[in-house]
């Protein structure tokens, strides 16, 4: 079946240190995303990739860096830059028609010690 | 002020009662989404509507464009259905979204 597959759901870190988070996706879309949760707030873009080899900036991307070597792959890195890291992250994906159906990992919950 | 509102934020109900969860948005869009997020945070799409009313099973949402509202309604709710559930409206770019802050659903047996 296809589906996006997030990797790891639990990932604790400690200060100061890089993490990637993984998200790979078999649906042959072209468009995937990163999301940020937090406990009473919608969520936000943190960046977007609509074809290989590019990605922009969404609407909280310091501290965070992404790449898009294969149209399958969009792994996300939280670097020390990024302040408060600890949260619950979400990659989707859609194809890039207009009103097309999101369909979304099942998250990486980070934690910063 | 949010571009996508819900309302309630927290909901509460026993098994078997209609539920129904509001949606308003500020932006122009041509469709909006219907997100179920389960417990352990996974996010499931329900239903994308651009007008009029879509079914599946026991939910059923509808969507008045002109009116900036759409609705989701779970009828006879069960503990499984215990969940939040997001509304979504499509930005002008690509495909992002601007996302509710989603209504938290306890369904008690």
């Known amino acids: 079946d296809g589906g996006i597959t997030q990797s790891p759901k639990y990932l604790f870190r400690k200060e100061g240190q890089n993490v990637t988070l993984s998200c790979e996706q078999n649906?042959?879309?072209?468009?995937m995303y990163w999301y940020r949760q937090d406990p009473g707030q919608g969520l936000r873009l943190i960046y977007y990739?609509?074809?290989?080899?590019?990605?922009q900036k969404g609407d909280i991307a310091e501290g965070y860096s992404v790449s898009r070597e294969k149209k399958e792959s969009f792994p996300l890195t939280v670097t020390s830059a990024q302040k408060n890291p600890t949260a619950f992250y979400l990659c989707?994906?859609?194809?890039?028609?207009?009103?097309?159906?999101?369909?979304f990992g099942q998250g990486t919950r980070l934690t910063v010690v | 002020k949010n571009e996508v509102e819900q309302s309630p934020q927290n909901l509460t109900a026993q098994e078997g009662e209609f539920i129904t969860i509001n949606c308003s948005y500020s932006?122009?869009?041509?469709?909006l989404h219907w997100l179920q997020q389960h417990p352990g945070g996974g996010i499931v799409s329900l239903f994308m509507?651009?007008?009029g009313k879509k079914k599946h099973g026991r939910l059923i949402a509808t969507i008045n464009i002109q009116e900036k509202h759409s609705s989701l309604h779970i009828t006879a709710s069960h503990p499984r259905d215990s969940a939040v559930y997001i509304c979504?409206?499509?930005?002008?770019?690509?495909?992002?979204?601007?996302f509710g802050t989603g209504t938290s659903l306890t369904v008690i047996p």
């Open positions: 509507l651009s007008s």
């Open positions: 979504a409206a499509p930005r002008n770019t690509g495909n992002q979204f601007y």
């Open positions: 990739s609509q074809i290989v080899n590019d990605f």
């Open positions: 649906l042959n879309h072209d468009a």
């Open positions: 989707a994906s859609t194809g890039v028609e207009l009103n097309t159906e999101a369909f």
């Open positions: 932006v122009g869009i041509s469709a």
